[in-house]
């Protein structure tokens, strides 16, 4: 991929129709159940209360990963962000992330799963964060179920802003995000 990174919304680009069936397929494989909202809440109009979905292309408009952010004044969420297996390890995400902190001009959010020696990914997702100016926040965090039935699942939150008052990040995200 070179450098002409676009990052493209799905309410204001002209977005090849075949790249909606390529961003679920990757929400699918990326993202456990219970780690993914229904697929038809990421692409509801952009009037409708709910994260706002951006598609990475590179230069040549060639689909290559998805970002869902929320917006909330104080700071965005970043709840989903995938890019695609083809292409992981050539530095895409770490400029995803830039572009993204250059867009918000405010602290961004994400949850990432702590690390447990039965997910070695985990340590690897949490390093290429703290390498792209994300910091771990000191406070324990357990995201909501999505939907009944579904476990709920402890994470770690990471910021681009360390000092970003954890607690208040939390409440925001369980009453917007979750609705609990």
Not at 57 to 78: E, K, N
Not at 89 to 111: F, K, Q
């Amino acid at each position: 991929m070179n450098e002409s990174l676009k990052l493209l919304s799905l309410d204001g680009a002209d977005v090849p129709q075949s790249w909606l069936a390529e961003a679920e397929s990757l929400y699918l494989d990326a993202f456990p159940p219970e780690e993914r909202r229904p697929w038809s809440t990421i692409v509801a109009p952009a009037s409708q209360a709910g994260p706002r979905l951006m598609f990475v292309a590179d230069g040549c408009d060639i689909f290559a990963g998805f970002v869902t952010l929320w917006d909330f004044g104080a700071f965005v969420y970043i709840e989903h962000f995938a890019i695609d297996p083809s292409i992981r390890g050539r530095g895409t995400g770490a400029r995803v992330l830039a572009r993204l902190a250059d867009m918000v001009c405010r602290p961004l959010v994400l949850e990432a799963e702590p690390v447990a020696d039965d997910n070695p990914m985990a340590a690897r997702r949490i390093g290429f964060y703290q390498r792209n100016g994300f910091a771990l926040l000191g406070h324990d965090y357990v995201q909501p179920p999505y939907q009944p039935g579904l476990p709920s699942v402890p994470l770690r939150l990471m910021s681009t802003d360390p000092a970003i008052d954890a607690a208040a990040v939390e409440r925001t995200l369980h009453r917007e995000v979750y609705g609990v």
